[in-house]
C-alpha cells in the first residue's frame, strides 16, 4: 500500500477521512526535506499532490514511494515559464489545484564580504522571485476552482539577525512582505 492510501489513525484503527480528502496539492521543492514530508503528510491525509522539483531523480523517488495518484513534475521556480507548465499540467491532470506549498528555498551560507553578485541573485531568484511567482500565477487556477489555500514556508531567518546566512535574511524579509497581500486581496 502506498502512503497515499495510509488514511489510518496513530493506532492504526479506524480509517478515517483524510482533512485534505479530494483536494489538489501542489508542494515546491518536494524531492527532500520539508517539501516531501509536507508531500507525504498531504497524501496521508488524502489529497493528490503533485511533487515539483528540479531534483527529478529525488522527486521522482518522492513521488513513487508516496504512490496513489501522486506525481512528479519537473520544475524551477525561479522561471516563471516553469510555473506556467507546471500549472496548466497540474490542472490537466486533475482537474483543479486547492492547495499551494511554495516550499523550494536554497541556503548559500557565507559571510556577506565573501558572497559574489551572482549568489545574492541566485538565492533572490529561488526564494524570492520564487514565491511571487507561485503566487501569481496559481491564484487564477485557484480562482477557477472556486477556492484555494497558499502556504509560503519562509524562516526565522527573515525576523532574527543571524550570522552567515548570505542573502537569506533579505529575501525571506521579502516573501514575508509579499506574503499577505496577494492572498488578503482574494478575501
Ligand atoms: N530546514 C530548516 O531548518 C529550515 C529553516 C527555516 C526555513 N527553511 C525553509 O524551508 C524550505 C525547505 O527547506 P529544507 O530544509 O527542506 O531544504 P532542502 O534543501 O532539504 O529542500 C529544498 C528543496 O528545494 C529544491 N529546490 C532548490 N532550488 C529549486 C528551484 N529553483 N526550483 C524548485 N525546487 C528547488 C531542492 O532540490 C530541494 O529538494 C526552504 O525554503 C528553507 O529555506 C528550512
Not at 15 to 25: C, I, N
Not at 69 to 95: C, K, N, P, Y
Not at 115 to 120: P, R, V, W
Request: glycine residues 14%.
Amino acid at each position: 500500500m502506498g502512503l497515499a492510501e495510509a488514511h489510518s489513525d496513530e493506532s492504526g484503527r479506524a480509517e478515517r477521512p483524510g482533512r485534505v480528502a479530494g483536494k489538489v496539492a501542489l508542494v515546491t521543492g518536494a524531492a527532500s526535506g520539508i517539501g516531501r514530508a509536507s508531500a507525504v503528510r498531504l497524501a496521508e491525509e488524502g489529497a493528490r499532490v503533485v511533487l515539483a522539483d528540479v531534483d527529478e531523480p529525488g522527486g521522482g523517488q518522492a513521488a513513487k514511494e508516496i504512490g496513489g495518484d501522486a506525481i512528479f513534475l519537473t520544475h524551477d521556480v525561479s522561471d516563471e515559464a516553469s510555473w506556467q507548465r507546471v500549472l496548466v499540467e497540474a490542472e490537466a491532470r486533475f482537474g483543479r489545484l486547492d492547495v499551494l506549498v511554495n516550499n523550494a528555498g536554497i541556503v548559500v551560507a557565507g559571510d556577506i564580504e565573501q558572497a559574489s553578485l551572482e549568489d545574492y541573485q541566485r538565492i533572490q531568484a529561488v526564494n524570492a522571485q520564487g514565491v511571487f511567482l507561485g503566487c501569481k500565477h496559481v491564484i487564477p487556477v485557484m480562482r477557477r476552482a472556486g477556492a484555494g489555500s497558499i502556504i509560503n514556508i519562509s524562516s526565522v531567518a527573515a525576523l532574527v539577525a543571524t550570522t552567515g546566512l548570505r542573502g537569506e535574511q533579505g529575501r525571506r524579509a521579502g516573501a514575508d512582505q509579499d506574503r499577505g497581500d496577494p492572498l488578503s486581496r482574494q478575501g
